[in-house]
């Protein structure tokens, strides 16, 4: 399984990116897929995640009303959209996915598969 992040980049305050994450070497059907992001000196940090199956998501509190976690039309590509972005919100983001899964408690340790990550940026 292998799993590419990319469509991060440089963004001003209140702006938007759009990251997404296309995965291969399965089908992603029964799979949970997360994105968590690190900034240096802190532990790695859940952000979304959502059930493949049957759409349910979920979101860290700092980023609840701003960040959409979505799936793509193929079976193997999650989008994180990222709206009225703050300087807090710069950091490694990188997405995941674990299965078979039905559930998510945003919890790093419990997801097998990572992607190499993308840098987000945000200016003040």
């Known amino acids: 399984v292998q799993l590419q992040a990319f469509g991060g980049g440089l963004v001003q305050a209140g702006g938007s990116l759009r990251l997404s994450c296309a995965a291969s070497g399965r089908t992603f059907g029964s799979y949970a897929m997360g994105w968590f992001r690190r900034t240096p000196g802190k532990e790695r940090e859940f952000v979304a995640a959502?059930?493949?199956?049957?759409?349910?998501?979920y979101y860290a509190d700092s980023v609840k009303g701003r960040f959409t976690i979505s799936r793509g039309s193929a079976k193997n590509t999650v989008f994180l959209q990222m709206n009225s972005l703050k300087p807090d919100d710069t950091a490694v983001y990188y997405c995941?996915?674990?299965?078979?899964?039905?559930?998510?408690?945003?919890?790093?340790?419990?997801?097998?598969?990572w992607g190499q990550g993308t840098l987000v940026t945000v200016s003040s």
């Open positions: 959502i059930i493949w199956s049957i759409g349910t998501t």
């Open positions: 995941a996915a674990k299965g078979p899964a039905y559930y998510d408690k945003g919890l790093a340790g419990e997801y097998e598969h």
